[in-house]
């Protein structure tokens, strides 16, 4: 498996932009697809984005298509998502996780390692 660690959340007002990374180590981080996650209080976990292993192709939720950038350095082990146009509805613990998938990028449970999660507050 590879250990994950995510950096960057913040608070931010509506409008604004966060950028977090997320920070691989263990088994070779090229070789898995990667994904972002939130989890708002109350709410389940839900998808964000993904990537694939070569970062040739990425997946969004409709709800942050167009606001927020998934991207990899494989040289770097990182993972980042760029967030902007941020909107209180945003709000959440943001999750990045590593997956051996190439597909159904979108299902949690095709995730086999998880970083803690990196707290996103936006104010209105």
């Known amino acids: 498996q590879v250990q994950l660690v995510e950096s960057g959340g913040g608070l931010v007002q509506a409008g604004g932009s966060l950028r977090l990374s997320c920070a691989a180590s263990g088994r070779s981080f090229s070789s898995y697809s990667m994904g972002w996650f939130r989890q708002a209080p109350g709410k389940e976990r839900e998808f964000v984005a993904a990537i694939s292993y070569t970062g040739d192709s990425t997946y969004y939720t409709d709800s942050v298509k167009g606001r927020f950038t998934i991207s990899r350095d494989n040289a770097k082990n990182t993972m980042y998502l760029q967030m902007a146009s941020l909107k209180p509805e945003d709000t959440a613990v943001y999750y990045c996780?590593?997956?051996?998938?190439?597909?159904?990028?979108?299902?949690?449970?095709?995730?086999?390692?998880w970083g803690q999660g990196t707290q996103v507050t936006v104010s209105a």
């Open positions: 996780a590593a997956s051996q998938a190439a597909y159904r990028l979108h299902l949690s449970y095709e995730y086999d390692s």
